[in-house]
Structure formats: structure tokens, C-alpha cells
């Protein structure tokens, strides 16, 4: 049985980490890990322009623990009326993605698409310049079953866009079905996904077990039990499109713990120790580095890190929460023992 394993510095592929005092909670549980993390960019405000990622992203490295080394890569949210050129301003600034939230499928998505044809002279830009999208891919027509949204997504909105853009780079993000994992899985080179620690580890049934519980929460929503084990599969299965993106979304305690709780998990306090978890249960240590550390940069055409971590089998607790600007945040299996254990 395997008690220890090192490899190289993984990368987290979609990462939310908000702004002001959620900063110093957050950036450096994500920076003890990780060497890179893409930003996404649906703060109040949303980063609309590459002048506003630049701030973003220096308030971010304000946030990074001395000693620390860690690179925010950002992003730019996709409204109706991005204009294209903005595109060319945002790849000389070093945004590397553009990220599509369908109006009103999650947190702070109101500014978001509500037609893509709109976006359609900011996408040519996009494939032109080399820079991807990232898709919230969830439908938003309230006639459809929550737990089908991500499979319609894909039929009646990723289908034709792909079309339309052969050659636009297009990361689905935290696919949740085993639909999206064979759809990512049978498409070419243009299309890539990540997948969560949460979404590996459990199915729906974590939001009931006895009471509801609002920290396991998120959106797209956690399904069931077959479509778990076809995100392992895919995570395992050496398939260089699916990588690391933990997805890890705080919100203040009280307002997941209310009567309309956020969506959102926050995993980045021990993420790469549940991503161990999850290729532990399935004996497929061995592919964990190829998913936490190479299938991402290669996917972005960026370097593979240098660094190494280290994790070892030891029982730990992490705090049951942590302090978050006036509030607290409580992380996803709070006060709970973990398996894994960074060293
Ligand atoms: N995943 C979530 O449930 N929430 C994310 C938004 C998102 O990634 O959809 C958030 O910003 O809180
Ligand atoms: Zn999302
Ligand atoms: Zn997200």
C-alpha cells in the first residue's frame, strides 16, 4: 500500500477567490498547494476589462504569504457586449481566458450571456487570438430538470459552438455527468474539462444525509452515484483533456447555512488531499501527477511547473472554519479527518 508519493507542483485550473479581506484567507491555502490557479472573474463587479484583471490580480499577490510563490492567471467574464477588441488589450495584459456564465446558472452570473450569437464577433476574436473560454455549462430554462441542465447544455449550446469555432480552445469547467465526461472524452484537441475534488468524492446524496446539508452545495449540483464514478473513471483514465480544477467557491457561513444557501464549496484549505482521497479509492495513484500537474499546462501551452510536493497517508483534522473578512467560512468536510496529508 502506497504511504507516500511526490510529484510535481500542480496547477489549480478554476479557482474562485473573491476580493478585499477574503483575500488573506483564501490566496494562501491556495498558494501552500498550488503553483498557478486560473481566476475566475465573477466578483460584484464582475472583470470585464484587462485593466481590471491587472488590479485583480495585484491584489491577489498582495495576499500571497511572504516566501510564497504563486502565479494568478486571470481571466475576463463574457457579457453580451464584451467588444472584441478588448480581446487583443487582454492578451497583451496576460489574461489567458475568457469565461462564459449563461445569465442566472450561478453565483453572480446576472451580467452574464443570455445569447451567444451576441458574443459571437468577441468569440472570432478569441480563436484568432489564441485565447480559450471556459463554459459554466449549464442551461438556464427553468423547465428543465436541475440535474439535466449540463447534458441539454451540451446538445443544444456546446454542440453548435463548437461548430461554429473548430478551432476556438474550450475548457468545459467542473463537469458533474458522465454525458459530459464522454463528450469531452470523444472530442478533439480543442476541448478540454475539469473536474472537482467534491464532484469525485461524492454523489447527491451527501446533500441529505441526515438533514440537509448546505455546505455540499454547488452548482452544477453534485449527481448521482453512476455519474461519480464516470468522472473517476475519466480523472483516471490518462486522458490528457481532463484535469485539475477545484472549483473552490467561499461564501460567508451564514449565507450558506440560510434559507436560500449559496452554491458553492470551499475545498482549497486541502485540495490536492482530496484529490488523493479520490485516486486512492480508486488505486489509480500513479495518475494522480498527469492530472493535477501536466494534462493543465499542456492543455494552456504553458510550461509544467518545477516544484515538487509531497503527500503522505496521516489522519489530520483541518479547523472545523476559518476567519473571512467579519465572517467565517466554513470548508467542505469541516472538523472532519482527512486521509492525505501534504507534507
Ligand atoms: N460552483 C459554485 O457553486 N459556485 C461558484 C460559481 C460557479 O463556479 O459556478 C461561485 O462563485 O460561488
Ligand atoms: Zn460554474
Ligand atoms: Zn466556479
Redesign the pocket.
Known amino acids: 500500500m502506497t504511504q507516500q508519493i511526490t510529484i510535481t507542483r500542480p496547477d489549480d485550473w478554476h479557482l474562485?477567490l473573491r476580493d478585499g479581506a477574503a483575500l488573506h484567507t483564501v490566496v494562501p491555502h491556495t498558494a501552500a498547494q498550488f503553483g498557478r490557479a486560473i481566476v475566475?472573474p465573477?466578483l460584484k463587479p464582475p472583470v470585464t476589462t484587462a485593466e481590471q484583471a491587472l488590479a485583480y490580480k495585484q491584489r491577489i499577490l498582495a495576499a500571497v504569504p511572504p516566501g510564497m510563490s504563486f502565479e494568478p492567471l486571470m481571466t475576463l467574464y463574457l457579457t453580451d457586449n464584451l467588444p472584441p477588441e478588448e480581446i487583443a488589450r487582454a492578451k497583451a495584459a496576460g489574461v489567458v481566458a475568457v469565461k462564459l456564465y449563461p445569465a442566472g446558472a450561478?453565483?453572480?452570473s446576472d451580467a452574464g450571456v443570455t445569447d451567444l450569437r451576441k458574443t459571437y464577433q468577441t468569440l472570432e476574436a478569441m480563436q484568432r487570438e489564441g485565447m480559450l473560454l471556459l463554459v459554466?455549462g449549464e442551461v438556464t430554462d427553468p423547465a428543465i430538470d436541475l440535474f439535466d441542465r449540463e447534458a441539454v447544455f451540451i446538445e443544444q449550446q456546446l454542440a453548435p459552438l463548437r461548430r461554429d469555432f473548430p478551432e476556438l480552445k474550450i475548457v468545459m469547467?467542473?463537469i458533474t455527468t458522465q454525458e459530459a465526461a464522454q463528450y469531452v472524452a470523444e472530442a478533439d484537441q480543442f476541448l478540454g474539462a475539469t473536474i472537482t475534488a467534491h464532484h469525485l468524492l461524492y454523489n447527491r446524496n451527501a446533500l441529505f444525509t441526515g438533514g440537509i446539508r448546505p455546505h455540499y452545495y454547488?452548482?452544477p449540483v453534485l449527481k448521482r452515484e453512476t455519474h461519480r464514478q464516470a468522472l473517476v473513471a475519466a480523472a483516471i483514465s490518462g486522458n490528457a483533456r481532463f484535469f485539475l480544477g477545484t472549483?473552490s467557491?467561499p461564501?460567508p457561513a451564514h449565507l450558506k447555512e440560510h434559507a436560500t444557501g449559496?452554491?458553492?464549496c470551499y475545498t482549497a484549505h486541502a485540495a490536492i488531499e482530496m484529490y488523493a482521497e479520490a485516486f486512492d479509492a480508486a488505486g489509480a495513484l500513479d495518475q494522480l501527477e498527469a492530472f493535477a500537474s501536466f494534462n493543465g499546462p499542456d492543455f494552456y501551452n504553458l510550461p509544467r511547473n518545477t516544484g515538487r510536493i509531497t503527500l503522505r497517508k496521516e489522519s489530520w483534522t483541518p479547523p472545523a472554519s476559518f476567519a473571512f473578512g467579519e465572517a467565517e467560512l466554513k470548508p467542505l468536510r469541516a472538523g472532519e479527518a482527512l486521509p492525505w496529508k501534504l507534507v
Open positions: 474562485h475566475m465573477n450561478t453565483t453572480n459554466h469547467e467542473h454547488c452548482l472549483d467557491a461564501h449559496c452554491a458553492g
